[in-house]
């Protein structure tokens, strides 16, 4: 490819290649305090390019491709270059890896234990991650949780956190205007732009962390909390994971001790601070 950066972020290395500059320059600003080493070989490679030469140029489309890909996906306009990027490495993360078990889940640690979020896109859990690891919290990931299959622990995967909507001038307002991206307007999902990880959650992304609660976030709703039991959260959990089948008896084993182990709650909340409380209650009788 014309264009390529390498990025280590938690376990997996990717090799992103383009055909154009404008992608992979997005790229390096946001993960320019990610280790960058040219020399490891890649886990996952995401390619960035024109189906037809003269697409590069006149009316420039950008398709995904990689080690894995979604054959009818539509190519995005080259304004949307870093959301491709950003996808192409979600694809092949979530197709692909098999060292750990995944789940589409938002996590955060203190202590050397981890609080685990899972929920459909909308749910907050995202805007939950990011706002609580700009205090005492650190930021393990908004997109995927990782879990060890042998250990249990919750392995930390702190890509740049996609903000959507209403959450990017909430979380703006609290960070440093450096730590974020450009903002990609109209895209599938609305509006993004992608918050950097504070440097501290960055330098601690090879230290596990114990489960130690997970949540079933719902944003919108009047302050409510509710038990799940073991059940129930395996079977959310299952629908949240992309590779649980594949992992097979090791993914069935990983999956039942985190359900077993790890107290879990259904939550709704109003609002952002109402639903930072709530986590930090929840913590706190955790601990107890």
Same mark, same amino acid.
């Given at each position: 490819?014309?264009?390529?950066?390498?990025?280590?972020?938690?376990?997996?290395?990717?090799?992103?290649?383009?055909?154009?500059?404008?992608?992979?320059?997005?790229?390096?600003?946001?993960?320019?305090?990610?280790?960058?080493?040219?020399?490891?070989?890649?886990?996952?490679?995401?390619?960035?390019?024109?189906?037809?030469?003269?697409?590069?140029?006149?009316?420039?489309?950008?398709?995904?491709?990689?080690?894995?890909?979604?054959?009818?996906?539509?190519?995005?306009?080259?304004?949307?270059?870093?959301?491709?990027?950003?996808?192409?490495?979600?694809?092949?993360?979530?197709?692909?890896?098999?060292?750990?078990?995944?789940?589409?889940?938002?996590?955060?640690?203190?202590?050397?234990?981890?609080?685990?979020?899972?929920?459909?896109?909308?749910?907050?859990?995202?805007?939950?991650?990011?706002?609580?690891?700009?205090?005492?919290?650190?930021?393990?990931?908004?997109?995927?949780?990782?879990?060890?299959?042998?250990?249990?622990?919750?392995?930390?995967?702190?890509?740049?956190?996609?903000?959507?909507?209403?959450?990017?001038?909430?979380?703006?307002?609290?960070?440093?205007?450096?730590?974020?991206?450009?903002?990609?307007?109209?895209?599938?999902?609305?509006?993004?732009?992608?918050?950097?990880?504070?440097?501290?959650?960055?330098?601690?992304?090879?230290?596990?962390?114990?489960?130690?609660?997970?949540?079933?976030?719902?944003?919108?709703?009047?302050?409510?909390?509710?038990?799940?039991?073991?059940?129930?959260?395996? %079977? =959310?959990? &299952?629908? @949240?994971?992309?590779?649980?089948?594949?992992?097979? !008896? +090791? /993914?069935? #084993?990983?999956?039942?001790? $985190? %359900? =077993?182990? &790890?107290? @879990?709650?259904?939550?709704?909340?109003?609002?952002? !601070? +109402? /639903?930072? #409380?709530?986590?930090?209650? $929840?913590?706190?009788?955790?601990?107890?």
């Amino acid at each position: 490819m014309r264009h390529s950066v390498r990025i280590a972020v938690g376990p997996v290395q990717f090799r992103i290649g383009s055909d154009w500059a404008e992608p992979v320059a997005a790229l390096r600003h946001l993960y320019a305090g990610y280790p960058q080493d040219e020399t490891r070989s890649a886990d996952a490679t995401v390619r960035l390019f024109a189906a037809r030469p003269w697409r590069r140029w006149l009316r420039p489309s950008v398709h995904i491709g990689g080690d894995f890909i979604v054959p009818d996906a539509l190519p995005l306009p080259l304004s949307m270059g870093l959301l491709a990027a950003e996808m192409g490495m979600n694809l092949q993360v979530a197709l692909g890896w098999r060292r750990h078990m995944l789940l589409h889940a938002s996590a955060v640690a203190k202590d050397g234990r981890a609080l685990i979020m899972s929920g459909e896109s909308g749910s907050g859990k995202s805007t939950l991650a990011a706002l609580l690891g700009e205090g005492d919290w650190r930021l393990m990931g908004d997109e995927f949780t990782l879990i060890d299959p042998a250990a249990g622990d919750a392995i930390a995967f702190p890509r740049a956190v996609s903000l959507k909507n209403d959450a990017i001038a909430e979380v703006a307002s609290r960070v440093d205007a450096a730590r974020l991206g450009p903002l990609l307007s109209g895209t599938p999902k609305g509006d993004i732009r992608h918050l950097i990880p504070r440097a501290d959650a960055i330098a601690a992304m090879q230290e596990p962390a114990r489960p130690a609660l997970l949540l079933f976030p719902r944003f919108g709703g009047e302050l409510a909390v509710e038990p799940m039991g073991e059940g129930e959260a395996f %079977v =959310r959990l &299952t629908e @949240a994971s992309t590779n649980y089948v594949a992992l097979g !008896e +090791a /993914g069935f #084993a990983a999956l039942t001790r $985190l %359900v =077993r182990e &790890t107290p @879990a709650f259904g939550i709704s909340y109003p609002d952002s !601070e +109402a /639903g930072m #409380a709530l986590v930090e209650q $929840l913590w706190a009788e955790a601990a107890r």
